[in-house]
Structures are given as structure tokens and as C-alpha cells.
């Protein structure tokens, strides 16, 4: 039998959704050590007795790792638990050096939190409540390498290779209640909602929020029920979703799966499934039917965590302006067509646009360069925007260097080469490449005068009223003065030499 | 030299009367006439011992002011982690395993300049009564050979009481220092919870371990207690407060005035005859002191033992998770493309002894998932009731006083096959432990059916350990006056020595 499309899935059927998002925070030692958290390092180099579990060696709470959470709580419009304890799930696994890994259990230090997500829909924008359940810390695990076999998979591995370097990097998991009521827009809304988790936790300063390099990552849990039915359906757990598009896939594939086999009279297992990122679909991963017993009790180690309301309220004075907020404030401030807008978020150079507009940059022209060529030259490369060696401080420098007349877009065009080259900051480009607007009329006229007598037929055309003609004149000037002159200016004084000013 | 007491030694290394150098050569010769027969070392480092005696010697020689106990020996519990020196916790799960840290109570052992000896003996990783849990072989009691020395911390006893170090390093979860101190008539301390660092102390039961001293002395054990204490950032349950002035304490011991409160739970039946009135002699001994002498009701103590060994194992089934092969120690099984889930269960199954898995499956069960109220819930519940019952006994009394074990030392073998025979002696001692506040035994003299040492415990409230030195140290010169020689002077001489 064929798989159902999507418009047959959701014909019938009302998913049901359920995310866990954990973010890596960005703190610069580990969550009970105080080792480095840096991302790439060489294996096994960040590490020391503590977060190797060495026989005797103790946890001590990061107190960053902390403030962190709770700035994220409140961020998500949660409660923060006046007392809340870490607890010691236990299980067996050989990246999870302590056979134990701590988190929080029945005692969240922020819970009841919710986001507004807004997605376009057939009846326009369209708001989304999706409510926060907890929000909790708790370590991540060591990293294996499955050497040898073909899936890189432990089964069939010649051997595995442990790097610890990520254990014990402090993790923030965001847990939602179950989402119902999102109907055919539930992967879009999905996406919406990590979206804008990773602007808030962007905007918090907490995180490097990279899903590529796994500081930001999904859980998505999926099930379906027949549309008007109160039952809840079985839900499958699928990991590793590393990019927003694959949350809005991942969704997507879930729910045909499960229609698949809830039509053909089969039933969905619980289990955690693994996206593949080249095929868009899940693969089964380790069955959930038996339920694992990780006899969860506080960690004796550790003391409660018991935040000073005075600091909860000093450290919500500190929360960043909302981010569905900004989005609005800005467009309106500058004036931002719908789909530049779109396009503005979609490229991910808000925050660069904005902080060269606080440099003094016209919105416009600075969304237009950001946008425009510097988006292209990233492009190009295949790399993040904002790794290329400009800055706002540098744009704002080439909007005003344009503005004030001493650069043409063309020429800014070169200089915005030569920033990105590391050739310095635009003026420095601008003095070392020898760049300038040539705006001595003198030596302009001398161009005009010499460019007429070498096309004296098509000079003449002009002082006879053929205006058209005056473009072949104005290039060979250009071409004369290598580009630096005003093309305005040249006309205006070409026109005024031919007899034709007005 | 050898006989006097570290405050005694700490005295001569001051005046030039001997050097580090020879005091540690004199108890490392003890150590090689008289362990054989003891017991008491898993590791004698030797050299590393010298090493550090010659720079303590240096260090005087140049004018450098030093701390009291300077120059002095001491014997570790093998639970301590100490860089580069072989540390097992007793356990062949962990043979060959060299730390590369030092725990923090060695660090302070170091800065004070106190010598190093070696790693002493002990139940698996603290779990047990009588040394005879160790995964290598029994340590014997010094009084009679043929006797356990009490446990867990059996190892470092038998060492000071039979004149192997001045001084030495327990640690106590549910009396393993109190009650091998009481079988081999010495002194020991077990410290208010968070009072020592358990940082580099292998743990057994995290919210109850705690390490403390052994000295033949109640002023020795003080020197050793101010020396080993102190916060430390590194242990997050450590508390952030002055170390209580123990030393003072111990050097004015006077307890007149002072109200001493008896438990009425913890004496008579089910304790020897023997060690009853030895307890009885010293209550009267205080009385004649001016101590005023109260009975005190705690109820709940009757469950101390229960909870204890449901949050004892409970713990030590997720602490002792780690010992895996992965990382460090023993590793078997590894062939044949065997799976790590393989590897690691071969390797606990052949590191671990009988009394630890006995407790890791004990307490794997109580945290199970529809177990966990009825077990690990119950016992938190009853352990919050035997904090209330010490808070009204410490509201009538100073200090609280009963026999540290309900017998005196038992032969060897006489209990391994009857865990419930063994556990029962530590029914005095479990609830300090259970409460975080700290004790003390000292000896009050021989019982008569068997000329064997009875220890008298002290319990004073969190923090207040200075008052257990102040009553022991009272308590300890008046059985002298009586006794007209230390307790010490009446045990036979070993063979080789």
C-alpha cells in the first residue's frame, strides 16, 4: 500500500505533539567542575577527576548554570521553585562516567511556563500557545565513537572510542506539555516554537544555540488520534532532529508513518526513533515498552537549590526585550515590508542589522548590504554570516562613507571585498586601495572634453537634442577616470558641455 | 618514643630531641616486626614517608614555624585517595589504581606536614563491622590475635593500638571509626557531618560517611581533628563555619556542671555484662566530677538500625555504579568482542566481595521503582524522627553518653555468615550517623569475663565537637588517676616486637 500523503493524514487524523528541547548552556566550566566547555577540543582534554567519576571525587553546582535556568524560566513565563533538588538517575552506559547521570526529577527549578508562536496559515497569521511543563538542569553525557561495522552504530562496531570532553557540560531541558489543537499546521508550529526558543535563548545570552553542532537539539514526541476523539494515541520519541527544517520534516514524516500504520489496523510502538537527516524519515531505535526503572533519589551530594527571590526579581529587571516583540517593534520602527522582513529572519541578520542601525546606519541601506552582497559573499563561501570578518561597525562606517558622497555603491561594493579579505576597516580599504570618488570637475572636464573630440560623431548627436546617445559618452568617461568619478556629476557636466543642460 | 603520645612526640620533634626522620624509621621498623601479625597496612610507603619526613625536618631546621603536629606519622584508611600512592578502598575492584589527586584531607595532612605511613586496611569500601570484609584478608585485633579489631576502619586501630602510628585516619558511616577505636581501647572521633571534607574519600554512603581521627590520646585525637577539618568548596555538603576549638577543649577537660544525658535505649539488654559496668564505672567517675547525670528518651532509635541499612545500600547502589572497567581498576572479560554491558558485569561480578553486592542488590531493590516510599521513603522518615528525638535529648543534656559497642571485640569468623549478628553491633553508633552530629569513644577499661578493651561514646550536637573533648578529655585523666597507667599498658606484647 502507498503512503498516505499528508492531506490524507490530516483528513483523518489530529497529531498531537509533545517537545524536549535540551540546550547546552554556554557557561565557560562544566556543571559540577570546573572544567573548560569549549566545543571542538581535542577528546579526552577537558577533563579531571570529577567529571571522569575518579573514585571520591564530588559535584559542586556551577552557580552560572543556575542563574542560567532561571533567566530561561522566566523567559518562558515559569515559576521558579523556591526549593527544588538534583536527583541521581541511574543507569548503565559507558559515555556516562558516574553510571548515573544527575538531573532534576520530581522537583523542576522552573515549571508552568508557556510561548507564543505565530505562523502563517490559511486564514492569515495565526497565534499558538504552546504551554512549558519544566524546565530542568542536568549534565550532559561523554560522546562514544563506534568504530568499525557499517551504521557507526554500537552493533556490529569493532570497537568504541569514549571522549568525556562533553560530560558534565551543563544542559537545560525545556519539556512542553502535550500540544493538541495545531491540527495540519502542527510541523510548522513545531518549528515555530524551537524557533523561537532559539531566538529567547539567543536573546538571553545562555547559549550558543547551534543545532548543528548539537547545543540546541529536539525530541519530538508524535501521535496521532482520529479528529473529535478525546483518546490519546501512542507516541513515538524521535531524536537527533539537528536543524529546524528537520523538526518540520521529522513531524511531517512522524505523522505519515503513524497514519500508515493506524490505517492499515496496525499499531505504533512506543519507542524512540533516529531522524535521518539524508531521507527525511526515522529509523526504530531502542524499544520504550519496557520501561526503564532509572530509580531516581536525590543526589546525597548536593544541597537543594533554594534561589533568594530578591535574585529571582534581580535577575528578571535583567530579562531582554521579547523577541516576537522586537521582531514587531522593528519593523515597525523601520518600516520593513512584510517579506524583507520575512526574508530578514529567514537569513538570520536581525541582530546584525540592528546593532549597525545603532551604529548610526539608515535601516534601509544597512539591511540592504546585510541582505544583499555581504549575504551573497557568505553565501558563496558556505559560511555563517556572521563569521565573515565585517562587522556593523563596519557597515555603519560604508553607509556613511556612501552617504557622504566619498564612495559610489559600486565602489562601497569593493570596499565590502577588501573588509571581508581583512584589509582592515573600510577607510583603511578605501586609503590602501587607492579608492575615491573622482569629484574634481577640473579633471573631469578634461575626460569629457577629451572623451568628445575621440567621439566627436556621437557628440554632435547630443548637442543636437539625441539625449540617449550622452550613455555611450558617460561610460567612456567612467572608463577614463577608472571608475571613481560620480556618474551623476559626469552628466551633468557632459550635458552642460554639449549645450543640453536644463 | 614510640609509646608516647603524638603531643609527647610533637614536643621532642620541637626541642631537638629527635628528628621526623627517625621518629617515622622507628614506627616504619615497628610496622616491619609487628604487621605481619596485625594486619593493619594494604601499603607501607616507605619511601615516600622519609621523603616527606626529611623536608619536614629541612622546613624545621630552617626556622620555618610548623603546624603542631609537624614531623608526626600517621596511618591512613585505604578510602582516602592520595596521588600517585596505590588506594583500593579494600576492594579488588580498584587493585593497581593509583589516584592522580590528592583528597583533600590528605592535602591538609601535607600542609600540616604530618607524615604519610601507608594505606591501612578496611572493610570493602567501608561496609562492615570487623575488617573481614576486606578483599585482602582480615586485620587482627593487637589485644588477641585470634579477635577482630572492629571495622570498617579496622585497619588504621589495630595500627595506633598496637603502636604501628601515633595517629591515624577513619572514617565512620555508621560507627566504623567509634567502634573499632572501642575494641582496641583507643580513641576515635567521627566528626559532625560536613565538619571534614569528603572530597577524595571514596564514598560508601554519601549523607552519612564522614572521616575523622584516632589517637591514643584525647588531646592527640584533637590535634589530628583540627587538623584534618575545615570547609571546603570543593564538597558541596561541607559546612562553612570555624573548625569548633577542639584542641582547647581538650587540654581544659572539665565537666563540671556540664548535664550529661543517658540514653536510655542504648544499655542494657543486649549488652555484655562486662561492658555495662564499665559503662556504669564512668558514668560514676563523671558524677564524682560534677557532672550531673540525666536519662533521656529516644524512641525512635529502636529504627535506627532498619533505616540505616536501607539508606546506606540505597546509596552506595548508585555510588558504586562507576566501578565499571571504562575508565580505571580492574577489567575482566575483555575478549572476544565481548560488549562493554558484558565486560562491566563480568568485572563487578569477580571485584566485588559477598557484603557489597549484598548491599548494592539490597539497596537496587529499595529504590525500585514501587518499593522506593515503602523503603528509601520510610527510612528518610524515620531518620527526620531520630533528629527530633536527639533535639529534645540535647534540650535536657550537653552531651549524651552510652557504650560504644554492645560487646567487646569477637573472634574472627565468630559472625560473617550472620550479617544481622554483625550489623546489630553497630546499634549504638548508627544514630549519630543517621542525625550528622558527631561522637566519640574512648576506652573505659577491660570487661572482666574477657580482660578485653569497652569503649565509652560521647554524642554532642552539629558542631559542637568540642564538647566531646571536653567531657573525654575529663573522663580520660580521672580513669588514669584510677588506672595509674593507659589502658594501652595492659595489652600483651606482640610477637617481633
Known sequence: ?502 | MIHKSAAEMAKALTNGETSSVELTQLHLDRIAAVDGDVKAFLHVDTQGALDQARSVDERRKSGEKLSPLAGIPLALKDVLAQKDVPTTAGSKILQGWLPPYDSTVVSKLKDAGIVIMGKTNMDEFAMGSSTENSGYGPTFNPWDLTRTPGGSSGGSAAAVSSFEAPLAIGSDTGGSIRQPAALTGIVGVRPTYGAVSRFGLIAYSSSLDQAGPFGRTVLDTALLHEAMAGHDPKDATSINAPVPAVVHAAKSGDVKGMKIGVIKQLQGEGYQKGVQARFDESLQVLASLGAEIVEVDCPSFEYALAAYYLIAPSECSSNLARFDAMRYGLRVGDKDGASAEAVMSATRDAGFGREVKRRIILGTYALSSGYYDAYYGSAQKIRTLIIEDYAKAFAKADVLVSPTAPTTAYKIGEKVDDPMAMYLGDVATIPVNLAGICGMSLPAGLADEDNLPVGFQIMAPAMQDQRLYQAGAALEAALLTKWGAPILSQAPALKGA
Request: aromatic share 6%; with cysteine.
Open chain 1, 1 to 502: 500500500m502507498a503512503l498516505p500523503t499528508y492531506d490524507e493524514v490530516i483528513a483523518k487524523w489530529d497529531p498531537v505533539l509533545g517537545l524536549e528541547v535540551h540546550v547546552e548552556l554556554n557557561t565557560k566550566s562544566k556543571m559540577f567542575c570546573s572544567c573548560a566547555t569549549e566545543f571542538g577540543a581535542a577528546p579526552n582534554t577537558q577533563t579531571c577527576p570529577v567529571c571522569l567519576a575518579l573514585p571520591g571525587a564530588l559535584p559542586v553546582v556551577n552557580k552560572k548554570a543556575i542563574e542560567s535556568t532561571i533567566l530561561i524560566g522566566l523567559a518562558l513565563n515559569c515559576k521558579i521553585a523556591p526549593y527544588s533538588r538534583f536527583a541521581r538517575k541511574n543507569y548503565f552506559y559507558p559515555d556516562m562516567p558516574k553510571n548515573f547521570q544527575i538531573s532534576q526529577y520530581d522537583e523542576p527549578i522552573c515549571f508552568d511556563g508557556y510561548v507564543d508562536v505565530e505562523i502563517e496559515t490559511d486564514e492569515g497569521l495565526k497565534q499558538f500557545r504552546i504551554e512549558v511543563e519544566r524546565v530542568h538542569m542536568e549534565e550532559d553525557t561523554g560522546k562514544s565513537l563506534h568504530v568499525g561495522g557499517a551504521t557507526g552504530r554500537i552493533h556490529g562496531a569493532d570497537y568504541s572510542l569514549l571522549d568525556y570532553n562533553r560530560a558534565g557540560i551543563p544542559l537545560v531541558e525545556i519539556v512542553t506539555k502535550i500540544v493538541p489543537g495545531t491540527g495540519k499546521y502542527a510541523p510548522e508550529v513545531a518549528k515555530a516554537y524551537v524557533a523561537e526558543l532559539r531566538d529567547i535563548l539567543r536573546g538571553l545570552k545562555v547559549s550558543d544555540v547551534k543545532m548543528e553542532q548539537g547545543s540546541l537539539r529536539c525530541d519530538a514526541n508524535v501521535s496521532l488520534k482520529p479528529i473529535g476523539s478525546d483518546v490519546l494515541g501512542t507516541r513515538s520519541e524521535t531524536k537527533n532532529v539537528n536543524s529546524l527544517r528537520s523538526v518540520e520534516r521529522a513531524i511531517r514524516g512522524e505523522m505519515i508513518r503513524h497514519a500508515e500504520l493506524l490505517n492499515e489496523g496496525k499499531k505504533v510502538k512506543q519507542e524512540t526513533r533516529h531522524f535521518q537527516e539524508d531521507t527525511g524519515l526515522t529509523r526504530s531505535g531502542r524499544s520504550k515498552e519496557q520501561a526503564e526503572d532509572y530509580r531516581y533519589f536525590p543526589d546525597p551530594d548536593l544541597v537543594p537549590v533554594t534561589p533568594a527571590t530578591i535574585w529571582i526579581e534581580e535577575l528578571r529587571a535583567t530579562l531582554p526585550e521579547r523577541p516576537s516583540l522586537r521582531r514587531k517593534r522593528i519593523k515597525e520602527e523601520w518600516n520593513v515590508p512584510d517579506k524583507e522582513m520575512a526574508a530578514m529572519i529567514n537569513a538570520d541578520v536581525l541582530d546584525i542589522v540592528e546593532a549597525t542601525v545603532l551604529l548610526g546606519a539608515d535601516p534601509t541601506k544597512a539591511r540592504t548590504w546585510w541582505l544583499g552582497e555581504i549575504s551573497r559573499i557568505a553565501n558563496d563561501q558556505n559560511i555563517a554570516i556572521t563569521d565573515l570578518a565585517i562587522t556593523p561597525k563596519d557597515v555603519a562606517e560604508l553607509v556613511a562613507l556612501v552617504a557622504s558622497g566619498e564612495l559610489t555603491d559600486k565602489l562601497a561594493r569593493q570596499v565590502v571585498e577588501g573588509v571581508i579579505a581583512g584589509e582592515g576597516t573600510p577607510s583603511e580599504v578605501v586609503a590602501q586601495r587607492g579608492i575615491k570618488v573622482v569629484n574634481d570637475d577640473g579633471a573631469l572636464m578634461a575626460a569629457i572634453e577629451k572623451v568628445c573630440a575621440e567621439q566627436a560623431e556621437t557628440a554632435e548627436k547630443v548637442r543636437g537634442g539625441h539625449l540617449p546617445a550622452a550613455g555611450a559618452l558617460i561610460g567612456a568617461v567612467m572608463k577614463e577616470t577608472k571608475g571613481q568619478a560620480d556618474a551623476a556629476r559626469v552628466r551633468e557636466l557632459l550635458l552642460g558641455h554639449l549645450g543640453q543642460a536644463n
